[in-house]
Structure formats: structure tokens, C-alpha cells
């Protein structure tokens, strides 16, 4: 591997090391009694935008390693989907045995009217669909609608991977995909399905149409990383059509519900940039990237922590908000760190290994 690629790799490590720990600084501000001033309560809430900037590096890292394997594998679409199976679906089924035991099946906020988490919900998170339902997408493993939803986005890649060969047609999906966004989220806020408010507008923010734009800001800062003299090829209309329509995005009557989640897609955009350009390497530190390559475990597992320390009451400390904060963070950083180093070597890694095992088979056929 060249120098180039491993800096490369580094960086975006980095991407998914602060991911995670905007992640987790915005859930554990979610826990305790201590309270604190609302400005406090208002910036770490910003934290659930981590799963934002995952989406932008899926996207980047994707069509960064599709673009050189498309070139040497037999078949690389169904080598993408194993890949990306092996990668994702052995942890989240460890999570999904987990919270059916220690959980129950009784969720009263996220099943809403339902009276209990049903087979059919089971069956869509073990496929991945459970964001069809509002009730299924986030009632059995927390966070797990962002899990269906990158899978939906695994599900189109190998066709917008055909069809997006430039930053002329990248800029082009995020167009297509804010238009299809404010399409559908106009729909959904008018034309409500179930009888729960909390449930439906956060269904709104959730569903695959919302977050497209992200994943398709993420195929932009692939093609800008790699050419970014591409962009003055652009047409100046092509690009004044996107400036229009992401400030639609603030004019939209939804938005306020979501905090802008695109125009942070943009930061998280110009901040990669910035990484690969060499800039503020000391944020590309090893421990960042460590966290980064744990990240997935991370994510699943600090859920779990939480609930273990709510359960044992280790959760406020001191009446000083800033400080009870501060430990309750670490106490969750270091705990999900170790467990999730646990999970990734003896769960992630040889389930990967394994994926990659059936694709060199296939490929030697």
C-alpha cells in the first residue's frame, strides 16, 4: 500500500474516531438528573450529528475501494454485498439476541400504539428493512435506523456507482436526492400514518429520503479528494441548482425538527477535505484512529453501557453539572472502548476474514 492511500486510510479512521465520540458525548448528555444550562444541553445535542459524518465516510470509503476493485474482481457486485454483509450483520445480530433477552419485547416509546415488539419486526432488523416501519426502525437495537438505513444505501450503490462517474454527476444525485427529499418529507409532515406524534417526526428524520443527501455529499468529497480540478468542469447552473436547493432545505417546514442534518453533511465535507490535504494532522493521532476502527462496536455496544451503569446507578456523581458530565463521559468512553476492543477482534475481524475467504474462492473458480 502506498504512502498516499495509508494517509488516506488514516484520516478517514479519524473521520469515524470523532464520529463516534460525538455519538456517545450526545447520548450521555441524555442520561442523569443532574441538570445543566440549556446552552450546554443545546451543543452536545449536535452529537447525534456523528452519525451524519458516518454516513459521509461510507459513502467516500465505498466508492474509493469500488473504483479498484471493480477493475480486478470477476464479480464485484456480489463481492461488494458479501463484503458489506460480513461487515455489518454479524455484530448487529449479536445486538439483536442481546436486546430481545435482556430488553423483553416490551419498548413502550418507540412501539408507540403496538403492544409489543412482534416476529415481524425481529424478521425485518435480521434483514435489515426494519426502516419501512416507523414502529420497527429504531425499537429493538438502539440506533439501528441508522443501520437500515446504510443498508438501503448498499442496496443502490452498485447502480449510482454505474451511473456517477464525475463531480458533474455527483453534484447532479445530491440535486436529485434534495429534490426527492423535500418531496417526500413535505408528504410525511402533511399526511401523518400513525397516531403518535414523537414517533412520526422522528420516522421523518430517520427514513433512507432524509439522510440520501449525506451519502451522496460523501461521493462528492471522493471525487474532490481525488480531482478537485473536476470542479471547474462543472457548469455554473449545475452548480448554482444545488446552492438553491440546499437553502430550500432551511426554507422547508420540516427542518427545524432536524437541525439542518445536510448543511452539516457540507462541514463534515469540507473538514474531510481539509484532513486529506495534510492539515491538522494531530487530529489523525492514533488513538482517534483507534477509535475509528472500533467505531461500529462502538456504536452498538455503548448503548449497552449506559444501560448497565443507569442500572447501577452510576450515572451522576457531583451536583456540578460540567464535572458529573465529564466523568459519566469517560466512565462510557473507556468501558464501550474495552468492550467494543472484545467484540471487534473476536466478532468483527474473523467474521470479515471469513467474507473475504468466499470472495477469494469465488474469484480462483
Known sequence: MSAVKTQKLNYIDALRGIAILMVIMHHTAQQGLVSSPYWFNKFLSFGTRGVQLFFVASAFTLYRSYTNRVLVEKTPIKNFFIRRFFRIAPIYYVAIIYFVFHQGIDVPYWLGTQPYISIYNIITNVFFVHGISPYWINSLVPGGWSITVEVMFYVLFPFLFLK??????????????????????????????????????????????????????????????ENS??????????????????????????????????????????????????????????VLRYIGKISFSMYIIHFIVI???????????????????????????????????????????????????????????
Open 307 to 365: 444501560s448497565w451503569l443507569k442500572y447501577f446507578d452510576l450515572i451522576d456523581f457531583t451536583e456540578n453539572y460540567l464535572l458529573n458530565y465529564s466523568i459519566r463521559l469517560l466512565l462510557i468512553v473507556v468501558i464501550t472502548m474495552l468492550i467494543s476492543t472484545v467484540t471487534y477482534k473476536l466478532i468483527e475481524v474473523p467474521f470479515q476474514k471469513t467474507g473475504k475467504k468466499i470472495i477469494t474462492k469465488m474469484e480462483t473458480n
Open 164 to 225: 456517477i462517474k464525475t463531480i458533474k454527476n455527483a453534484l447532479m444525485f445530491l440535486n436529485v436526492s434534495l429534490i426527492i427529499k423535500l418531496i417526500i418529507q413535505e408528504a410525511l409532515y402533511y399526511f401523518q400514518m400513525i397516531p403518535s406524534d414523537h414517533i412520526w417526526r422522528e420516522f421523518m428524520y430517520y427514513n433512507l429520503a432524509s439522510q440520501l443527501p449525506v451519502f451522496a455529499i460523501g461521493i462528492i468529497m471522493y471525487f474532490l479528494i
Open 229 to 286: 480540478k473536476e470542479l471547474n468542469l462543472v457548469f455554473y447552473k449545475t452548480k448554482l441548482i444545488s446552492v438553491v436547493l440546499l437553502l430550500l432545505q432551511v426554507g422547508s417546514s420540516v427542518d427545524f425538527l432536524f437541525i439542518n442534518h445536510i448543511l452539516f453533511g457540507l462541514i463534515f465535507l469540507v473538514f474531510g477535505i481539509i484532513l486529506s490535504k495534510g492539515y491538522l494532522s494531530f487530529v489523525s493521532n492514533r
